[in-house]
């Protein structure tokens, strides 16, 4: 098991030890690291999909309004 340091305001090492007064502080940390690393997956996932959403959009075909009102009233018909 590896060991880390980290320099952290007062306020948040008060707060932290009182919400979390007899826990294993370690399990705690280790915990919100790992919700921290799975929240950075998620973002880069999202990134990733939404740049693959924006690539496709460039080489789809663009459709007017008016062709949009034309299609509708053709299927109401």
Known sequence: MATMNFSIPDDIKDKFNQAFHGKNKSAVVADLMVEAIERKDKQQ??????D??????????TVTDEEIRAAREELRA
């Open 45 to 50: 996932r999202s990134k990733a999909a939404i």
């Open 52 to 61: 693959r959403i924006l690539e496709r959009r460039k080489h789809a075909p």
